[in-house]
């Protein structure tokens, strides 16, 4: 595998259950993404992860976990989601360095539909 | 806050030409990096090119270059010889570690 993979590619769920979704990078970042993408808005932020340590929550409702349980890997923990919530996820990775720029590397998503 | 704005929400451009994609941007930071991303039906995100705010040249890969103009705050992407595989959404980005994206343009390029 190369680059950054995400699983499953599709999900479709119901309000009441419990689903995960998965990244894992391949190109030894020390930082992690999650996106969301809705129609017609742009690209939000959801979570970053630097060096395995939570640095932003950009309020995310609490229906949504993640867990990164070393550099390479990222979850996102999905329980009662809404029928708002389908969207694509999209996971990414970068290098973060001292007062760099990084290009961050997106995995192919996952398409969510809560139904 | 930082907010990007991609005024074409669609462009239709004849095989072979060139295409300017225009960004505009606003921050009040004075270090900022700029980036764009192409994503095709598939879903995934590209990158494509990245200019630093206080890199002297404007940035190129391939048939890509940016169009800085930092007293402007523009960055915009110009496509060269385009080719049919180019037809996506084009996105804009800036920040350091947390970027923030415009709203993206559809490029679809006709034979």
């Known amino acids: 595998e190369t680059g950054v993979t995400q699983t499953p590619r599709h999900l479709v769920m119901g309000m009441t259950n419990k689903k995960s979704l998965k990244c894992e990078q391949h190109?030894?970042?020390?930082?992690m993404y999650w996106y969301k993408q809705s129609a017609k808005k742009p690209l939000e932020l959801m979570f970053v992860?630097?060096?395995?340590?939570?640095?932003e929550n950009n309020s995310v409702p609490s229906r949504f976990s993640p867990e990164c349980p070393n550099s390479s890997h990222l979850f996102l923990h999905l329980h009662t989601l809404q029928p708002e919530d389908s969207a694509l996820y999209l996971c990414?990775?970068?290098?973060?360095?001292?007062?760099?720029?990084?290009?961050?590397?997106f995995g192919p998503g996952t398409r969510l539909t809560v139904l | 806050a930082q907010k990007i704005t991609q005024t074409q929400p669609g462009m239709f451009v004849q095989e072979k030409e060139a295409v300017t994609l225009d960004c505009t941007y606003d921050t009040s930071d004075p270090s900022y990096g700029l980036f764009w991303y192409k994503q095709p039906s598939s879903g995934e995100m590209i990158f494509l090119i990245y200019q630093g705010s206080y890199d002297q040249q404007n940035a190129t890969e391939g048939r890509y270059s940016l169009n800085f103009q930092k007293a402007r705050k523009s960055a915009n992407l110009v496509i060269s010889a385009s080719q049919l595989g180019d037809s996506a959404m084009y996105f804009c980005a800036m920040g350091a570690q947390k970027l923030v994206f415009g709203q993206g343009t559809r490029l679809t390029i006709n034979p």
């Open positions: 992860y630097s060096l395995e340590e939570r640095v």
């Open positions: 190109l030894g970042h020390n930082a």
């Open positions: 990414a990775s970068s290098q973060v360095r001292a007062g760099g720029f990084n290009e961050q590397f």
